[in-house]
């Protein structure tokens, strides 16, 4: 089938070319090293408790890097994690993330140290609604930190190793996708401590494991659970032998999905988030106004034209 006859056929844009896009349009598909692709992500130069490396083309590869505090969450960690999805959600040089961590464990939680020292905060004044201001600053910021990964466009896919509890939860279930080791536990550490979860576990680990029993049991009692069990209810999708077998294959992931349309990706976890607290038929139509443009991109044409002519694999523009 010749290119022309198949622009005809999907009825697209007449003087495109459907089989391939021209070099203006055509991204680098090499590697840039650290420094040139990560250069994109703001604050990343004073990043001290993340590592950021683009270890395959579109695919950014974060950790969580306080190695000797088990990677612990201080309020460093929840401003630089706020700041690096946020940066990603629009570098263009990013289709897909990897979330892990480095050292013995992917995170005790929260710094319980660093609490404290808003405790010495709160103490500066004894009116309670002064207290309240700040408490309820601190959270927010806390939530939002959170939550940039459910709103990053990117999807976001974490490779969880041994301990993952407490803020750990709340992280890993904004995410998309996710994976772990064998070795892996997870815990809702907060009733522990004396505190309701308040940063996006009691909203999302109900809906990502699908059981309001299960998830209501996990937070009432703050019982740890291994992988096993992670895995069977749904929590994660994959369970690998080891650490590095675990990042291997979340960075394979991650480069499929870098390979497909950025558009279509993108549009697609819109949509499946949006869906998560809408009807149906406000889900359809959400869809549907994006669609309408959609279905008109440089995308569309070249995987239809991929698919019909049993081409290369198509190459897609920057987003």
């Not at 130069?45 to 890097?65: C, D, G, M, R, Y």
Request: hydrophobic fraction near 40%; include cysteine.
């Amino acid at each position: 089938m010749s290119v022309y006859r198949l622009n005809k056929l999907i009825r697209l844009a007449p003087n495109m070319t459907a089989g391939r896009s021209t070099v203006a349009m055509q991204p680098q598909r090499h590697n840039t090293s650290h420094s040139a692709q990560a250069a994109d992500t703001p604050g990343h130069t004073s990043f001290k408790t993340l590592a950021i490396t683009t270890p395959k083309p579109f695919v950014f590869h974060v950790e969580l890097h306080r190695p000797n505090k088990l990677n612990a969450i201080n309020k460093q960690m929840w401003l630089e994690i706020k700041d690096c999805f946020e940066g990603l959600s629009t570098n263009p040089d990013c289709r897909a993330i990897v979330l892990s961590a480095s050292g013995k464990h992917f995170t005790a939680g929260i710094d319980l140290s660093d609490m404290m020292n808003l405790g010495q905060q709160l103490s500066d004044t004894d009116d309670c609604a002064r207290k309240g201001y700040i408490l309820e600053r601190v959270i927010k910021l806390y939530q939002d930190s959170i939550s940039a990964l459910e709103q990053c466009p990117k999807p976001v896919i974490t490779a969880v190793h041994q301990a993952c509890i407490g803020a750990g939860v709340d992280l890993i279930t904004a995410s998309d996708i996710r994976y772990c080791t064998q070795d892996a536990f997870f815990q809702v550490k907060e009733v522990e401590i004396g505190m309701a979860a308040d940063v996006g576990t009691l909203q999302r680990l109900p809906k990502a494991i699908g059981s309001q029993s299960l998830a209501r049991e996990l937070c009432f009692t703050g019982r740890r659970f291994e992988a096993s069990e992670a895995h069977s209810c749904g929590l994660v999708s994959r369970v690998f032998p080891d650490k590095e077998s675990l990042v291997t294959g979340a960075l394979a992931l991650a480069e499929q999905i870098a390979n497909k349309s950025p558009i279509a990706v993108q549009t697609t976890k819109a949509n499946m988030v949006y869906s998560l607290e809408h009807t149906n038929q406000e889900g359809l139509d959400h869809i549907r106004w994006y669609n309408k443009l959609n279905l008109q991109s440089e995308d569309f044409a070249q995987a239809v034209a991929a698919q019909l002519t049993k081409d290369d694999k198509p190459i897609f523009a920057k987003l």
